[in-house]
């Protein structure tokens, strides 16, 4: 079982937003801001996407949106494209145990 | 350009033993925290280990505490995962990836390594 809780999947249509949780505890999300979001196309390597809760790297597009609320991380999609078709990773820094721990990862599909 | 590249990965029997390496380019390698990250086929990402810049810490998964080991030699530019007593649940696709100046991000992703154990 996966230490936070990410929905199994969601869909969208082109041009809607969509917002995806990661649900931890105290001692992860709710504890620091070192929430992170990853995208993963079907045999593609992880990218990186939100770091430190809301920061974007340099060239990823701002339709993607993080923030938090208590033990709840968000990751927002604004204006859906059939390319943001993909699994979805949250990770958190946490003082429980291991340094990092992941979401199971959720599956969006734009219809 | 930044990357890192993984190799190592084999078909291997349970209790077996084996190292995979990670090497790095384009950055400055002992800057940084390097982790191991896998995913077992068709399944989400699981944190496997860290090592700190200097290599003078390291953290492992409960699910390979142990078992594994993390190491890197800067002045190779690489990473090191000793994987011994390994199970059939160790089989996976082992990413390498590049820490931040941030806790628990990973902004440089290799391609990955697969082992697989079976008898």
């Known amino acids: 079982q996966s230490a936070l809780t990410q929905p199994a999947s969601v869909s969208g249509s082109p041009g809607q937003s969509i917002t995806l949780s990661c649900t931890g505890t105290?001692?992860?999300?709710?504890?620091?801001?070192?929430v992170s979001w990853y995208q993963q196309h079907p045999g593609k390597a992880p990218k990186l996407l939100i770091y430190?809760?809301?920061d974007r790297p340099s060239g990823v597009s701002h339709r993607f949106s993080g923030s938090k609320s208590g033990n709840t991380a968000f990751l927002t999609i604004s204006g859906l494209q059939a390319e943001d078709g993909a699994d979805y990773y949250c990770?958190?820094?946490?003082?429980?145990?291991?340094?990092?721990?992941f979401g199971g990862g959720t599956k969006l599909t734009v219809l | 350009e930044v990357q890192l590249v993984e190799s190592g990965g084999v078909v291997i029997q349970p209790g077996g033993s084996l190292r995979l390496s990670c090497a790095a380019s384009?950055?400055?390698?002992?800057?940084?925290?390097m982790h191991w990250v896998r995913q077992a086929p068709g399944k989400g990402l699981e944190w496997v280990s860290l090592?700190?810049?200097?290599?003078?810490?390291?953290y492992y998964a409960e699910s390979v505490k142990g078992r594994f080991t993390i190491s890197r030699d800067n002045s190779r530019n690489s990473l090191y995962l000793q994987m011994n007593s390994l199970r059939t649940e160790d089989t996976a696709l082992y990413y390498c990836?590049?820490?931040?100046?941030?806790?628990?991000?990973?902004?440089?992703w290799g391609q990955g390594t697969t082992v697989t154990v079976s008898s």
């Open positions: 990836a590049k820490g931040t100046t941030s806790r628990a991000s990973m902004d440089v």
């Open positions: 384009g950055f400055t390698f002992d800057d940084y925290t």
């Open positions: 090592i700190t810049w200097d290599g003078g810490s390291s």
């Open positions: 105290s001692n992860d999300v709710g504890a620091y801001n070192y």
């Open positions: 430190d809760v809301t």
């Open positions: 990770t958190s820094y946490t003082i429980s145990g291991t340094p990092v721990v």
